[in-house]
């Protein structure tokens, strides 16, 4: 019964803080508080729905979700209290704040300029395709594609060739924020979307999982509401966009689903089903916490979370040796959560949370007021971040790319022969 309470009250905080931003106009954005509400609003309806026999083969077993489901509220509570300071801390700033005129940048020449970076993680992605149905041999069903292109080890030229394929595919998240921010101004050109999203997302299709559709949508239009709230559009152009928005997201949705069909080997349960991949990450957490009380290890103290990028968690790989003999688990979506607990314990964790969510909220705030191609890139990173963390470490996520954007500002004279900016009042 502990386990619907408190996902109960879970799906209330995040619904209602999240109704809460979108009525307030200056949080209409794809701001870390929007998007990380939004994700875990969705999450704990799909964990409450699943629960009670609503969706699912079969009713998840209140037992399965007895331990994450207060952690879960915990790090509801944590974020919005996170979020709610860090709006404090910038009322002010956003009270008189006025971007200064920048050099814009002629943004249809720079599509025009790096145009190659779809088109190469197009080949790039066909590429790792061919290579694992030729290393594989026989699949019979999608399902095994899946299974198995995670689970094929890649060593020497062909771990050198994924890990290139990886950085590549990074790059072509950041064209799709450019592409994001022009649109925002020009208006969506759905052919045009729909060609550089797939190209984009090759790589990541590749391995027929569905973070492609996330990794497709969310740089597209976190950067496309920056843009069009800072551009002068009229309310015909406005209703033209959102027809258009309204078919883009009703396609990938479909994609979604169909996907997850594909790799139902029995074919059983409703397309909303498949939806349920975005409660795994709950799932898998509940074996951490039953499997691992705190007195059976010591705090990471920052390292699993923060760092998991640079080195080893001992209880992330401790945790992946336990279920090393199950391949299911093993390809497992696992969530933040799990990182946390291991950094600074249940309590521990949540503070952990809301105050990496205060910080991420208030650079974010101040980024979009002060933007440049460095910016942009950063902004797009630091919001879109918060939409994977149901599913996984974000900060393991997305270090290769904190790195590349490092590498671009670093290098960024050679590269950008001009700044791009805005100048718009909100």
């Keep these: ?19 809460w931003l979108i009525i307030q106009r200056k949080y209409r954005f794809f701001l870390p508080s929007t998007i990380s509400s939004f994700i875990w609003t969705i999450t704990t309806l799909l964990v409450i729905l699943h629960l009670n026999g609503f969706l699912g083969k079969d009713s998840l077993s209140p037992n399965a979700m007895n331990h994450v489901s207060r952690f879960t509220c915990y790090l509801s509570i944590a974020s919005v209290i996170g979020f709610s300071l860090s709006h404090l801390f910038t009322d002010k700033y956003e009270s008189f704040v006025r971007l200064r005129p920048i050099n814009i940048v002629d943004i249809e020449q720079l599509l025009q300029y790096f145009k190659w970076i779809p088109y190469l993680c197009g080949i790039v992605g066909l590429t790792l395709v061919v290579f694992l149905i030729t290393s594989i041999g026989d699949i019979s069903s999608f399902s095994d594609y899946r299974v198995l292109a995670i689970q094929t080890e890649r060593v020497g030229y062909a771990a050198l060739a994924q890990r290139i394929s990886g950085h590549i595919n990074i790059l072509g998240g950041f064209y799709l924020m450019l592409l994001g921010y022009k649109s925002g101004k020009s208006g969506i050109h759905v052919k045009e979307f729909l060609l550089y999203s797939l190209l984009c997302s090759a790589i990541n299709m590749s391995i027929g999982g569905r973070v492609w559709i996330l990794t497709s949508l969310l740089p597209f239009f976190t ?3 920056l843009s069009r709230k800072s551009s002068q559009r009229n309310k015909r152009q406005n209703a033209q966009d959102l027809k258009k928005l309204i078919s883009i997201l009703s396609i990938f949705i479909f994609f979604f689903a169909i996907i997850g069909t594909l790799r139902d080997d029995t074919n059983s349960g409703g397309l909303f089903d498949k939806f349920l991949y975005l409660t795994d990450g709950s799932r898998m957490t509940n074996m951490v916490l039953d499997q691992y009380p705190e007195t059976m290890y010591s705090y990471e103290l920052g390292k699993s979370t923060l760092l998991g990028g640079f080195i080893k968690s001992p209880m992330v790989a401790r945790f992946a040796n336990s279920i090393a003999d199950d391949i299911g688990l093993s390809v497992t979506v696992k969530s933040i959560m799990p990182n ?6 249940l309590i521990g964790g949540a503070i952990f949370w809301g105050i990496i969510c205060f910080f991420c909220e208030i650079f974010c705030i101040r980024l979009k007021y002060s933007l440049h191609i460095i910016g942009l890139f950063l902004y797009g990173t630091l919001s879109t971040m918060f939409f994977q963390a149901p599913v996984g470490n974000i900060f393991t996520l997305y270090t290769p790319t904190f790195e590349w954007i490092f590498l671009l500002y670093i290098f960024r004279k050679q590269i950008f022969p001009h700044r791009i900016g805005v100048q718009c009042r909100f």
């Design 223 to 225: 950067t496309y509401i």
């Design 340 to 345: 946390l607990y291991y950094d600074f314990g």
């Design 1 to 19: 019964m502990d386990s619907f309470i408190y996902y109960y009250w879970a799906f209330a905080i995040n619904f209602i803080y999240f109704v």
